[in-house]
């Protein structure tokens, strides 16, 4: 199925996002992610969703021996050949619910702001137990189930169009959403908080660290960033193989 990235309009609405063009300095949660990041030196990485290859080249930048870095847009894999290319990064188009990992593979399996688009989680954390070495890790970040429950991924407004607070609703009804984003409908999936540890605890993990990321200082200035402190956006876990499931 075509990812909705490789829509053109969407695509170049998308590349004008803050962290679009200034990387992992426009992330929020990147000053969160990487105080959770294990030493990639000499590690071998998979990493999906890569988009535009920030959180790669960063590896190769920490001395990881290899990536494979997946996505399902050939939009984002373009500007991530373009933008951080390394010899060290294997680029692969892809849907992460079908490919092959492997067995034992790797030390590291990243994703940034992936896992709400994925329909079947529990099948997917089970592939990523399988590929990682024992004692590797999976750390990755996704859309606050707090944010993804009602939703429209909206504000509540009042009569003169200002906000009154954020919506919390059917948070217990798990499954697909069609939301809004960037003014484009798109397809994700919400779960709970409870699913999204308990697939890790069940499937051979343990889990190490779990965050709720604020926006960095360096950030608040920006007017898309005002309102963030109001609400949880996103969720950050690590977790460790600790057997084989």
Same mark, same amino acid.
């Given at each position: ?19 679009? =063009?200034?990387?992992?300095? %426009? ?34 930048r920490q ?21 951080n290319n ?22 590291? /399996? ?7 688009? /994925? =329909? ?15 004692? %590797? ?23 003169? %169009? ?10 217990? =009804? ?6 809004g984003f960037?003014?484009?409908? /798109? ?11 308990? /697939? ?46």
């Amino acid at each position: 199925m075509k990812s909705p990235y490789d829509d053109s309009s969407f695509f170049s609405a998308y590349s004008s996002m803050t962290r679009s =063009r200034l990387g992992l300095d %426009g992330a929020g949660e990147w000053e969160t992610v990487r105080s959770l990041m294990p030493d990639a030196a000499g590690m071998s990485i998979l990493d999906l969703g890569c988009g535009f290859g920030w959180h790669a080249a960063w590896f190769c930048r920490q001395g990881a021996a290899r990536i494979r870095a997946v996505d399902s847009s050939v939009s984002m894999l373009e500007k991530a050949r373009l933008f951080n290319n390394d010899e060290r990064i294997s680029y692969e188009e892809g849907d992460i619910e079908s490919l092959d990992f492997g067995i034992m593979q790797y030390d590291l /399996v990243f994703s940034s702001l992936v896992f709400h688009y /994925v =329909r079947d989680y529990s099948t997917l954390i089970r592939k990523i137990q399988s590929c990682l070495k024992p004692g %590797g890790c999976l750390l990755f970040s996704l859309e606050h189930p707090a944010f993804t429950a009602e939703g429209s991924e909206d504000w509540c407004y009042d009569e003169n %169009g200002c906000i009154k607070h954020f919506p919390l609703d059917n948070y217990f =009804r798990e499954g697909e959403r069609m939301t809004g984003f960037l003014g484009f409908p /798109v397809r994700k999936y919400h779960r709970t908080l409870t699913t999204y540890l308990s /697939v890790l605890l069940d499937s051979g993990f343990a889990v190490t660290a779990v965050r709720e990321p604020e926006v960095p200082e360096h950030l608040k200035g920006l007017e898309e960033m005002k309102n963030e402190w109001r609400r949880p956006m996103m969720l950050v876990i690590r977790a460790e193989k600790i057997h084989t499931a």
